[in-house]
């Protein structure tokens, strides 16, 4: 038990590293080449820092743990909200862009309508609801590159010094290795750990594999928060959560469709239809609405949100 312990945490350690090293070669890249920063942060940098939650979903789909994949989409978007963006509206609450917001909120609550759709009427994810899932990631990249290239360029202080291009590309294809073994570690141990403990792999996706997996992006957050940049949080979570759904679940539906995983029943129903996407759409809502429509984050919304993600991770482990 000990050893699939550590090559669980060996495998998160990889997958934080990797996606740290994919993100600044593609951006270093990028940056050669001349593409706007917008850009670089609405393209390149939200792949790198999803690419974790698509390999491991990928991964445990192509190995037929359809469980982990669900559960890893599905809990990724609830603990980015309830918890990683939570904490940044709890600590420091402030205004946001409204204009900003409109674009990934209308994609996720789409896209997030089709898998619940889906889920409560069949029950299977077939690979023909993959390709639409994947369709929408390209028309979701091709919206956000229409509204940067029409946004107001930025003025920078000072100029970065440009990396090295085989520095680029060494970080950029070691970033994808790293990934791709983390991701493996991370599915092959938590299918473990789960059997050890007589825990459902769904359970084990929903809360720690996701956790896992939204490390960078909490990382980000506490390091955004530190910086003073707490109005950076909103929507990278948001944009991060539309990847979710529609690169992360639309690569592994795709690859390897599967059924819906049922690990627990509520009230005599598959718990991740009473249970899961309720709350998924749930404390996305709680989150975007009062920005969209006043234009601010209330302290009262981040606690919220952190006691919503308390109590859904003591029901999953309760079940």
């Known amino acids: 038990m000990l050893i699939p312990v550590l090559l669980f945490i060996v495998g998160l350690l990889c997958l934080i590293k990797g996606g740290d090293w994919f993100v600044d070669g593609a951006t270093g890249i990028a940056r050669r080449f001349k593409v706007p920063e917008l850009l670089i942060g609405a393209t390149v940098v939200s792949i790198g820092t999803t690419l974790p939650e698509v390999m491991v979903s990928t991964t445990s789909a192509m190995t037929g743990h359809g469980e982990i994949a669900y559960g890893n989409a599905i809990g990724s978007v609830i ?17 946001v862009d409204p204009k900003s917001l ?29 390709i639409v899932l994947l369709a929408m990631f390209v028309a979701y990249m091709v919206a956000n590159v229409r509204q ?22 060494i970080l950029l294809v070691a970033g994808a290795a790293v990934i791709a073994v983390g991701a493996n570690l991370l599915v092959d141990n938590g299918t ?29 957050a506490i390091t955004s928060l530190v910086k003073g940049h707490s109005d950076l949080s909103l929507g990278n979570i948001v944009g991060a959560n539309v990847f979710n759904l529609v690169l992360v679940s639309g690569m592994s539906i795709t690859l390897a469709p599967f059924t819906i995983p049922q690990s627990a029943t509520l009230f005599g129903i598959n718990s991740s239809l009473v249970l899961d996407l309720p709350v998924m759409l749930a404390v996305m809502l709680i989150m975007t609405v009062p920005a ?14 952190l006691a919503i993600y308390a109590a859904f991770c003591a029901v999953q482990f309760a079940l």
């Open 79 to 95: 603990c980015n909200a309830a918890l990683i963006a939570a904490i940044t509206i709890a600590v420091r609450p402030g205004k």
């Open 102 to 130: 409109r674009v990934p909120v209308l994609f996720f609550f789409v896209a997030a309508a089709l898998y619940a759709g889906v889920a409560y009427t069949t029950g299977y994810f077939s690979r023909p609801i993959g």
């Open 148 to 169: 940067m290239k029409n946004a107001p360029a930025e003025e920078h202080a000072e100029e970065e010094e440009l990396i090295p291009l085989s520095k680029t590309l």
């Open 192 to 220: 473990l750990i789960a059997q050890a403990l007589g825990v459902p792999e769904s359970v084990i996706a929903l809360t720690f594999v996701a956790l896992g997996t939204s490390l960078p992006e909490l990382v980000t």
């Open 292 to 305: 969209l429509v006043k234009g601010k984050l209330h302290r009262a919304q981040g606690i919220l949100l």
